[in-house]
């Protein structure tokens, strides 16, 4: 059973940053795939990261390129998401999310079986 726990959200003015943790459990080959979903009010959900775990493959959607970075640190099977020069655009609930995948190109946008309860970020201008 994988259960994945959100942390470090916040409310942060415009161009700050932010580090959201991801706790994870469950066997790690349940869970190769991992990333963060947001959501903002009125809008679909949206893949903001993903990356496969056993390495070589990491994605992002093109609105957050180059300000936000996906890590992991295996030991603590935990994954960040470090998000630098936040903008109000990107105020949303973000949901750390995991599945397994046979290649390391699944990972991305794709629908994810384990979802967080997710964690709030709010950018105020």
């Known amino acids: 059973q994988v259960q994945l726990a959100e942390s470090g959200g916040g409310s942060v003015q415009a161009g700050g940053s932010l580090r959201l943790s991801c706790a994870a459990s469950g066997h790690p080959g349940s869970r190769n795939c991992m990333g963060w979903v947001r959501q903002a009010p009125g809008k679909e959900r949206e893949v903001v990261a993903a990356?496969?775990?056993?390495?070589?493959?990491?994605y992002y959607v093109d609105s957050v390129k180059g300000r936000f970075t996906i890590s992991q640190d295996n030991p603590k099977n935990t994954v960040f998401l470090q998000m630098n020069s936040l903008q109000p655009e990107d105020t949303a609930m973000y949901y750390c999310?995991?599945?397994?995948?046979?290649?390391?190109?699944?990972?991305?946008?794709?629908?994810?079986?384990?979802w967080g309860q997710g964690t709030q970020v709010t950018v105020s201008s």
């Open positions: 990356m496969y775990t056993p390495g070589g493959y990491t």
């Open positions: 999310v995991a599945d397994t995948v046979a290649f390391g190109w699944h990972c991305g946008v794709r629908t994810y079986k384990h």
